[in-house]
């Protein structure tokens, strides 16, 4: 009689410390969920095709409209010429630079303070807020196209429209010119062309 008193006191005991084991392993927080719940990335810029092709075109490199290491390259160096940070990407700042026209979508996306390069050691989210950009009008465009056809340097029709033949005619006219080859009608540019400048443009 003792000895089953015995054995039943051993399986009551084994039986409540597998149950205290089963509610301790339940009542557990599951933390591995709430570890890897992060919050949700902002949008990566990212810039098309299109886009691609047209900077090489500018930096007369190969146009495979992909971006490689000798791409790369040819952009870190553009980058640095300009005031921008040298990360051998298309960002947001490298295509406004260049006057390649964003897609809508990418018009969504801030430019980050981390594009430009930093000067005097200051971080580069204590620079100033960016100026304007400046851009040439319609009819700034269309008179462009007039003087680069009369210079033989176009010969495309007067559409007003910054497109790839009328920036390889700027290109042309800017290397005649002695003005830095940008393929763009920036300030300095019209102003050399003779194009008169609207009262916005000529305050950036």
Do not use: C, H
Not at 22 to 31: A, H, I, L, S, V
Not at 50 to 56: K, L, P, R
Not at 79 to 91: I, P, V, W
Not at 162 to 169: F, I, K, N, Q, S
Request: aromatic share 4%; charged share 30%; hydrophobic share 30%.
């Amino acid at each position: 009689m003792n000895k089953l008193f015995l054995v039943l006191t051993m399986v009551f005991s084994l039986s409540l410390v597998a149950f205290a084991q089963t509610t301790e392993t339940k009542t557990q927080p599951n933390t591995s969920t709430t570890e890897t719940e992060t919050k949700k990335r902002p949008p990566v810029f990212r810039a098309n095709k299109d886009q691609i092709t047209q900077v090489q075109k500018m930096l007369k490199v190969t146009e495979t409209g992909k971006m490689d290491d000798a791409f790369r390259e040819e952009i870190k160096k553009y980058q640095s010429a300009n005031s921008l940070k040298a990360t051998g990407t298309l960002n947001r700042a490298t295509l406004e630079k260049m006057g390649i026209e964003l897609t809508d979508k990418q018009k969504e996306i801030p430019v980050s303070p981390n594009s430009f390069a930093s000067t005097d050691g200051d971080k580069p989210t204590e620079k100033k807020k960016r100026g304007p950009v400046f851009r040439a009008n319609k009819e700034q465009v269309t008179e462009a196209q007039k003087k680069l056809k009369a210079g033989k340097m176009y010969d495309g029709e007067e559409t007003g429209k910054l497109d790839d033949a009328t920036r390889e005619g700027i290109k042309k006219w800017q290397t005649a010119n002695g003005v830095k080859v940008t393929g763009t009608l920036n300030k300095e540019t019209l102003e050399k062309m003779g194009i008169a400048l609207t009262d916005k443009q000529k305050e950036m």
